[in-house]
Structures are given as C-alpha cells and as structure tokens.
C-alpha cells in the first residue's frame, strides 16, 4: 500500500514538472507579464482552478517562470530540511537555464518528492 502511494505521488510529481517544462516552452503573446511583490498571490487571488490554469496558459514563458519562481522561493523561506531546500535551489537554476532539460527536471522533483513527506509535498504545491 506504501508503495502504490509513493508510486502515486511520484507520477503526480513527474506529471507537475513535465507540465511546468512544457508550459514554459510554449510562447504566447497573449498576455504580458506584470512583475510585483507579490505576483502568485495577486495571480491567484479569486480565482477558482480553471481560471488558473486558463490565465496561466495565457502568459508567456516569463511570465509562468516569474510564478514558478516566487513559488519555489516562497518554499525557500520555509522551515524545510536542509536537503530539501537544496533541491528547491536545483530546481530554480534549471527552470531559469535557457533551455529547460525535461529529465532533468523530473530527476529533480522525484528526489523532492522522495525527501519530504507526502502531505507535506502536496501541500508546498497546491
């Protein structure tokens, strides 16, 4: 049972990554981004998912890197173990290269997920 949830997390981990590679290769003019203290928290702010995931499709690949990054630096700012946050600082180089390499990233984000409690790792992404 141990397994198949680990299993579970692990494909949801490699699916998250793999849907951040390919978000952040696809150029869209359609939205321009905005660069402000606090741009997750004013991205999300009443929203419900689906338009998340529609205004997030919308902008452009500095726009979502900008996103991703204050996510993964607002974790960075957490009591985390040491290990932890150094993945997290990984993950940041690689998503901010100019050529994101999908394995990678996956490699990364297994190896997250592998070191923090399942809940725990859900909970940093949602």
């Not at 998912?49 to 890197?65: A, T, V």
């Not at 700012?77 to 050529?99: R, V």
């Not at 997250?112 to 940093?124: G, N, R």
């Amino acid at each position: 049972m141990k397994k198949i949830k680990i299993s579970v997390l692990m494909l949801l981990v490699l699916t998250l990554f793999t849907g951040i590679f390919l978000a952040c290769t696809k150029e869209s003019d359609s939205q321009e981004s905005t660069i402000n203290a606090n741009l997750r928290e004013s991205f999300l702010k009443n929203k419900d998912y689906s338009s998340i995931k529609n205004d997030f499709n919308l902008l452009d690949k500095k726009g979502k890197i900008e996103l991703w990054n204050e996510k993964l630096n607002q974790l960075l700012s957490q009591e985390l173990p040491t290990e932890s946050k150094n993945l997290i600082k990984k993950l940041i180089i690689e998503l901010n290269k100019e050529q994101v390499d999908p394995k990678i990233m996956s490699e990364i984000a297994v190896s997250l997920a592998k070191s923090i409690p399942a809940e725990d790792f859900y909970k940093m992404f949602t």
